[in-house]
C-alpha cells in the first residue's frame, strides 16, 4: 500500500502570486465539484476554496481528497452524490476514457442533466466534440478547456487555461473558472482549446528535444551545462525572430526566397551539417538530427535550397 505521506503531496503553490479571494456577492458564490483531485485537480480544488466557494470533491482514491477536506471541501463516496451536489462540474482525471466511465454511468449522467462539466482532462480535438455532442443530447452544458501551467501556477496569472465550446457554457461556468488563471475563450468549436494545446505542446516538445540534442553536443565536446544555460537567453531574440517569421510566412503563404529572407534553406543546411558531423563522429544518437536532415534533404531535392525555411511548411502540413 502507498503511504499516506506519499498520497497527500500536494502540489506547491506560488506563495506570493495568489490571487486575492474575491468580494463575492451570495448569487457569486457557486456550487462547485471536482472529479479527480489529482495534482492537477488538488490545485483546481484548492483555488476553489481559496476563493470561497462550496466546493464538493471525488476521487477513486479517497485519501487524496484529505489536504482539500482539511480545507474545507466536502468529500463525497460517489460520482452522481457529487455530481448532484453542484452546478458546475470541474472534470480532470487522467485521460477521457477514464472521464467518459465515470460520467457516462447511468446514475451520473442523469445526475448532470441541466449542468455545466466543465472538462479539463487533456485530450484531442475529436475526443472534445465528441464529449460535447454527448453531452449536447442530455441537456447538459459543456465546456472543454485546456490548461496550458503546471499545478505550482493554479491560481496565479502565470496560468494560462484556454476554453472552448458554446458561448452560453463559458458564461455559466466563468465564475468559477476565472480564478484558476488567465481564462480564455478561444472559440465555439469544442475541439479548439484541444487543437490549441496540442500545437503548444508540439512547440514545447521541438524545444525540449532540441535542447536534448544540445546537452548531447555539449557532453561530447567538453562545453559545460551552465555556460551553455547562460547564453541561450542572448540568443533568445533570434530564434523568436525567426519563430516570429515563420509563423508570418506560414500565415501570408510567403515560402520562396526574397529580400526579407532571414536565412535561406540551405544556409540552414550548411550550418546543420556541423550537428549532423558531431553526431556522427562522436557517436551520439542520431534519431533526432536524421529527422530534421531527412526534412531539409526533401526540400532540396524539390528545388527549394534558395527558399525560406518557410518553404519547408508543406512538407509537414496534410498530404493532398
Ligand atoms: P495525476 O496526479 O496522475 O492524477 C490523475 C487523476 O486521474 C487522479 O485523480 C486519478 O485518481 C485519476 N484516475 C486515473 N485513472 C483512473 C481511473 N481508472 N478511474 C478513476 N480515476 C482515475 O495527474 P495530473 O497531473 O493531475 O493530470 C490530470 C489531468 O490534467 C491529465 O489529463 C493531464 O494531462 C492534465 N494536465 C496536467 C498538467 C500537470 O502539469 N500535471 C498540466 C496540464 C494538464 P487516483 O488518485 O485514484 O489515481
Known amino acids: 500500500m502507498r503511504n499516506l505521506r506519499t498520497l497527500i503531496q500536494p502540489y506547491q503553490p506560488c506563495p506570493t502570486a495568489w490571487r486575492k479571494p474575491a468580494c463575492r456577492t451570495k ?3 457557486m456550487k462547485i465539484c471536482v472529479i479527480g483531485t489529482g495534482r492537477m485537480g488538488s490545485a483546481l480544488a484548492s483555488v476553489l476554496l481559496k476563493q470561497r466557494h462550496d466546493v464538493a470533491v471525488w476521487n477513486r482514491t479517497a485519501s487524496r481528497c484529505l489536504p482539500l477536506v482539511q480545507q474545507g471541501a466536502v468529500a463525497l463516496p ?49 475526443q472534445a466534440r465528441e464529449a460535447h455532442a454527448w453531452s449536447a443530447e442530455r441537456g447538459i452544458g459543456y465546456l472543454d478547456g485546456a490548461i496550458m501551467s503546471t499545478p505550482n501556477f493554479i491560481g496565479t496569472d502565470a496560468a494560462s487555461l484556454l476554453y472552448s465550446g458554446p458561448k452560453s457554457a463559458f458564461d455559466a461556468a466563468h465564475p468559477a473558472v476565472i480564478d484558476f488563471g488567465i481564462a480564455t475563450h478561444v472559440g465555439t468549436d469544442p475541439g479548439l482549446a484541444c487543437a490549441l494545446d496540442v500545437a503548444l505542446l508540439a512547440q514545447m516538445w521541438g524545444k525540449l528535444f532540441g535542447t536534448l540534442q544540445a546537452i548531447a553536443v555539449c557532453g561530447a565536446e567538453g562545453v559545460d551545462l551552465d555556460t551553455f544555460s547562460r547564453h541561450i537567453p542572448r540568443f533568445a531574440p533570434t530564434v523568436k525572430g525567426a519563430t516570429d517569421d515563420l509563423i508570418a510566412r506560414a500565415r501570408d503563404d510567403r515560402l520562396a526566397g526574397d529580400e526579407q529572407t532571414l536565412a535561406s534553406i540551405g544556409a540552414h543546411h550548411a550550418a546543420f551539417h556541423h550537428l549532423l558531423e558531431i553526431v556522427r563522429e562522436k557517436r551520439l544518437d542520431a534519431g533526432v538530427a536524421d529527422a530534421f536532415d531527412r526534412l531539409f534533404r526533401r526540400a532540396i531535392d524539390r528545388g527549394h535550397l534558395d527558399d525560406d525555411f518557410a518553404a519547408l511548411v508543406p512538407l509537414l502540413a496534410r498530404r493532398a
Do not use: C, F, M, W
Not at 454511468?105 to 479539463?120: H, I, M
Open 27 to 29: 448569487d457569486e458564490e
Open 78 to 126: 460517489s460520482v452522481a452524490d457529487t455530481l448532484a451536489t453542484s452546478d458546475v462540474v470541474i472534470v480532470n482525471v487522467i485521460d477521457y476514457r477514464v472521464s467518459d466511465e465515470l460520467l457516462h454511468a447511468p446514475e451520473a449522467a442523469d445526475a448532470l442533466a441541466g449542468k455545466t462539466v466543465v472538462q479539463l482532462t487533456s485530450g484531442s480535438p475529436a
